[in-house]
């Protein structure tokens, strides 16, 4: 069975630093990867994934994300954060092989910019 | 295009009562999938659909269920609401199984 585990719960960071949201995750198959941001009283919207190919993937608002097989994570980074990116962080996974699209979701991670 | 629309945005019932959720996907996609986030239990998937077939259903009971229409927009149905039911639900799309999920922006549900 596939899982994801986001490691921090709460990650307070301030205005113009970086900041590392971590996620690991576990599959016997291989996978796609997905990072996806909620703001309040909002759906998910996607900031980047991993399909195939390189393993630094970049994505929107500055994010990136890089895909270490070995160490099954897929941490997500921004060198430099603004207040308009305190939001809830999810990491997914859906299992690369078979006839679903079923996402898997981490339990989130609430980043705090504070100013 | 524009993005994936859920009607109603939000929603008051009561304990037995029953409710329909309806999801528009974006235009082209034939997938729609539908998630469950609560407090509690995170983002879980309820099922997902394909050329209006049920591919696969999360572990929910039988009071979930759900269709999908030849024009691909599909509906959710929750009957004998109970009160843990009250929960955000999300519909996402994509072109086919195993792309990327767009989601809308979730129907808000409580049961009282």
């Known amino acids: 069975a596939q899982s994801v585990t986001q490691l921090d719960s709460q990650v307070p960071v301030f205005e113009e630093a970086p900041v590392e949201l971590r996620c690991n995750y576990s599959s016997s198959v291989s996978v796609y990867l997905f990072w996806y941001v909620q703001y309040p009283n909002q759906g998910l919207q996607l900031l980047l994934k991993y399909l195939s190919g390189s393993t630094l993937v970049k994505g929107i608002n500055g994010f990136e994300a890089e895909f270490n097989k070995s160490q099954t994570s897929f941490h997500l980074r921004k060198p430099s954060v603004h207040i308009s990116d305190t939001a809830e962080y999810f990491c997914a996974v859906m299992g690369g092989s078979g006839n679903t699209g079923k996402l898997i979701f981490g339990q989130g991670t609430t980043l705090q910019v504070k100013p | 295009k524009a993005g994936v629309t859920q009607t109603p945005r939000y929603l008051i019932k009561t304990r037995g009562q029953q409710v329909t959720l309806s999801c528009s996907p974006i235009s082209g996609h034939r997938s729609v999938s539908w998630y469950q986030q609560t407090p509690g239990q995170g983002l879980q998937f309820l099922f997902e659909?394909?050329?209006?077939?049920?591919?696969n259903k999360g572990n929910f009971p039988g009071r979930f269920s759900g269709r999908q229409f030849s024009n691909s927009r599909s509906e959710m149905n929750v009957s004998t609401l109970e009160l843990g039911d009250s929960a955000l639900y999300l519909c996402?799309?994509?072109?086919?199984?195993?792309?990327?999920?767009?989601f809308g922006p979730g129907t808000r549900l409580l049961v009282l």
């Open positions: 659909y394909f050329s209006e077939t049920q591919r």
């Open positions: 996402a799309s994509s072109f086919r199984l195993q792309e990327t999920q767009y």
